[in-house]
């Protein structure tokens, strides 16, 4: 084992991200080229690893892709082989643990696919698809790692039954891997990430949780997801690159679907309420930070509304990409990492993922608990940091308005119902 501090070569170790029975991986400091990186190291007179790593490097270098992590540089440094790799933030596994969003799970779930239809484009197997292997970089990029495992695919093909049991084909299990089982693994993988679970053996459905899965999911997709989760190969997507052309069949249809409804809706005349929105986001954007649309009638809103101000609807933002890199387990609103609760909903505290205070523009008040003065957001509705109930009244920036009920900020002069406590809005 290497210790913090430690060189190798150019490298200086800065910690372990993970050990594994092959080798071990380490966050690492390049001093020439100024980066970090993660680093992978075979253990000690272990010929296997080096074998089984080697073969990684080579198969990796042939794959260039957005979506695939990509091998730095690998060499001999003091007699031990190192493979310098990106480092990325953290591992899917780790991200599915916490909530989020369907929107984001989305665009990981497409991410991931292309990956490994790349990779099935030429002619490899990876033969080890778990969230551990996929890793996660900032602006939400996910890129497939580790493919230590991965076989060429030829008419026949003998390769052991290597892989991760709880995302196994059958067929691989029993040393007959194919494309199939990869796209089987990917749709474990993608079944976990939208429902929260992960299906056993048999695999009959209704699978654990297609409840939650069915909340969150449109038909067409879950229908992609349980052809991909067949015990027979012949009854899956040939590979990944049918499975990911069928979710990219689904998702535009989706998208023209939502378009073609707000075209109708503008031919009945609602134009007024567009050209109402508008305004509405000339004058309030930047204070409220409405970036989303309500899960209803599509008007802006904000995460941090308890309902929609156009139409009343509650949690309008629910499930739309946050501009945190978190999300509450519980509301779905975005959260910063460094938070101790939710600032919305008054949830429950967050396991410490950083014991860094990260700063942010949007903090423009303090906590009034004289024990915290913590930085707070507009419209936060609890402190993040200590959990007291906000109780000065937020003021909305442009707007001498203030709700009847709650005497929060509101704009009178658009809104039909109070965005903090869903109180219909005077307009005489």
């Given at each position: 084992m290497l210790r913090a501090r430690q060189k190798i070569g150019k490298y200086r170790i800065l910690g372990r991200i993970a050990s594994g029975p092959l080798a071990d991986v380490y966050r690492a400091y390049d001093s020439i080229q100024k980066i970090k990186v993660a680093l992978k190291i075979p253990r000690e007179g272990d010929d296997i690893g080096r074998?089984?790593?080697?073969?990684?490097?080579?198969?990796?270098?042939?794959?260039?892709?957005?979506?695939?992590?990509?091998?730095?540089?690998?060499?001999?440094?003091?007699?031990?082989?190192?493979?310098?790799?990106?480092?990325?933030?953290?591992?899917?596994?780790?991200?599915?643990?916490?909530?989020?969003?369907?929107?984001?799970?989305?665009?990981?779930?497409?991410?991931?696919?292309?990956?490994?239809?790349?990779?099935?484009?030429?002619?490899?197997?990876?033969?080890?698809?778990?969230?551990?292997?996929?890793?996660l970089f900032p602006d939400n990029q996910l890129k497939l790692a580790d493919f230590g495992f991965a076989k060429l695919g030829h008419r026949t093909l003998k390769a052991s039954g290597s892989g991760t049991i709880d995302y196994i084909a059958p067929e691989q299990a029993m040393g007959r891997p194919k494309f199939q089982s990869d796209v089987f693994s990917m749709g474990l993988v993608l079944y976990r990430m939208f429902s929260g679970r992960l299906p056993e053996w048999p695999f009959e459905w209704p699978l654990v949780a297609f409840d939650k899965l069915k909340a969150r999911l449109r038909p067409e997709l879950i229908r992609v997801l349980q052809k991909s989760i067949q015990l027979d190969p012949k009854k899956r997507y040939r590979d990944a690159v049918q499975m990911q052309a069928d979710f990219a069949r689904v998702q535009s249809h989706a998208r023209k679907q939502k378009r073609a409804k707000s075209k109708t809706g503008n031919r009945r005349g609602t134009s007024w309420r567009q050209l109402q929105w508008r305004e509405f986001q000339r004058q309030f954007k930047r204070h409220l930070d409405t970036h989303q649309h309500c899960r209803r009638c599509e008007g802006p809103v904000a995460e941090s509304m308890q309902a929609c101000p156009w139409c009343g609807f509650d949690n309008p933002a629910r499930g739309a990409a946050s501009r945190m890199p978190s999300s509450c387990p519980r509301c779905e609103r975005g959260v910063k990492n460094d938070w101790n609760y939710c600032a919305w909903c008054y949830g429950p505290g967050f396991e410490e993922e950083s014991t860094r205070h990260y700063p942010d523009k949007r903090y423009t008040a303090r906590c009034a608990r004289k024990g915290c003065r913590r930085p707070l957001m507009p419209f936060m509705r609890y402190c993040p940091w200590c959990r007291s109930k906000v109780r000065q009244p937020w003021k909305l920036k442009g707007s001498k308005d203030t709700c009847r009920a709650c005497n929060w900020g509101i704009a009178r002069e658009f809104w039909n119902y109070c965005a903090w406590c869903r109180e219909p809005v005077r307009h005489d």
């Open positions: 074998e089984e790593i080697l073969h990684e490097v080579r198969v990796a270098t042939r794959l260039r892709h957005p979506n695939i992590l990509s091998v730095l540089n690998a060499s001999y440094i003091d007699d031990r082989f190192v493979i310098a790799m990106e480092l990325g933030e953290e591992s899917l596994a780790d991200r599915i643990e916490r909530r989020t969003s369907t929107t984001r799970a989305l665009d990981l779930a497409g991410q991931g696919l292309a990956a490994l239809a790349h990779a099935h484009e030429h002619k490899i197997i990876h033969c080890d698809i778990k969230p551990e292997n996929f890793i």
